[in-house]
């Protein structure tokens, strides 16, 4: 379950989701102020973003339940695994997963469905109502596409990190005594880089999400609405700045575009996306020795990414290449052949050309390596499909 996008533009990326550092490409003194165009992207005046208080808020329901499973111990442990096990079982909340779920701690309690960024805040906020030290950790996985229709997102992921609470009779004498809560079984079993954030940071993530799911449904004001709020939570968040751009580029504004991608790589020179982006929109303009020098570093950052090569094979799938599509989808498994998706995504290009029990052998690999539940019973079912081809 990743979380967090930002949109790339292969055809077109974003980020619904670093390191502050400088870039060559970047102007490095642009006014905020002049990156926003409030007058072309209007709403209702009595239209608003959700607020911080309104996103991580209890009601009674959620914090009955903090006060009767959670406070029954003191133990900073116990209460983190009662919280899992609450948010989990069939008894109490139940919680599924859905991609497109982005929402508050409340309607997550009560709807029961949660993308994995409104799991984690529905749970720092459990959790810090039942007085455990809770923070939120950005996990730095490699870039990872989903497709949406036009769209590639890229998406990110955080977790949770409790700290113990100070026991003078303990010494820790290296490290920290700390665990995690994650919810994606895949980054839990990974040695990923992880940083701890602040909460204007998530917030700014959650406004990037909301924007980032408007521009794809192409309602461009609402779009604006949440990126405009996710950079103001967070003026140093590049992914939203990045799509805030895209943004810009969809609706004809070049030029702002064209500042804002730059601004989005002045606050994060890895932020391969705006990168992609950027030199996307300066081979349209014509600029083709700076959108060359871009594209040739971007492809040595990422030609060992399997990811990368998955969505390669994506985009030529899209354009009906499918002997291509496969020669990226077999690079990826190449690099690494444990990626459910990849076997899913070849499945999907055999069963195109006809080659059912292809398509079938793919299929039960993708089920074989996948861990999530919810993924199995599609995949099964899309297995079952394949067979009732083959006897038709």
């Not at 165009?37 to 329901?61: G, H, N, Y």
């Not at 300066?282 to 990422?302: F, M, P, W």
């Not at 080659?355 to 079938?360: E, F, G, V």
Request: hydrophobic share 40%; net charge positive; aromatic share 10%.
């Amino acid at each position: 379950m990743k979380h967090v996008y930002t949109i790339a533009t292969f055809l077109l990326s974003l980020v619904l989701y670093s390191c502050q550092s400088t870039s060559d490409l970047a102007y490095q003194s642009t006014p905020l102020s002049s990156l926003y165009l409030d007058e072309q992207f209007l709403l209702p005046s009595s239209w608003k973003v959700e607020t911080e208080q309104e996103i991580f808020m209890l009601d009674d329901a959620m914090t009955e339940m903090v006060e009767k499973k959670l406070m029954a111990t003191n133990s900073t442990q116990k209460k983190a695994r009662l919280l899992l096990k609450h948010i989990f079982s069939q008894d109490n909340i139940a919680l599924s997963y859905a991609s497109d779920a982005n929402v508050t701690a409340r309607d997550a309690f009560h709807s029961k469905t949660a993308n994995c960024l409104s799991l984690t805040i529905m749970a720092y906020a459990l959790a810090e109502k039942a007085g455990l030290n809770i923070s939120f950790q950005q996990v730095d996985i490699p870039e990872y596409w989903v497709r949406n229709g036009l769209y590639n997102l890229l998406t990110g992921h955080v977790n949770l990190v409790i700290h113990s609470q100070p026991d003078p009779k303990k010494n820790i004498i290296f490290g920290t005594d700390a665990m995690q809560i994650d919810f994606d079984p895949f980054v839990v079993k990974q040695s990923f880089p992880k940083r701890v954030i602040e909460k204007n940071t998530v917030l700014a993530m959650f406004y990037n999400n909301k924007g980032g799911q408007s521009l794809v449904v192409g309602d461009y004001s609402l779009a604006y609405q949440y990126l405009k709020a996710a950079t103001q939570a967070d003026q140093l968040f590049s992914p939203a700045w990045g799509n805030l751009a895209v943004l810009y580029k969809l609706t004809n504004n070049m030029d702002i575009a064209e500042q804002t991608y730059r601004h989005a790589i002045s606050l994060n020179a890895n932020n391969l996306t705006a990168l992609a982006n950027l030199a996307i929109l300066l081979r349209s303009q014509g600029q083709y020795v700076e959108a060359d020098t871009i594209e040739s570093k971007l492809h040595l950052k990422r030609s060992k990414n399997p990811y990368y090569q998955a969505v390669l094979a994506d985009e030529a799938a899209y354009r009906k290449d499918y002997v291509q599509a496969l020669i990226h989808y077999k690079k990826a498994l190449r690099l690494d052949n444990s990626i459910h998706e990849l076997y899913f995504g070849l499945a999907k290009v055999y069963y195109q050309v006809g080659n059912i029990a292809s398509a079938k052998k793919m299929m039960r690999k993708a089920i074989k390596l996948n861990k999530t539940k919810s993924t199995e019973y599609q995949y099964i079912a899309k297995l079952n499909f394949l067979n009732a081809e083959q006897v038709n």
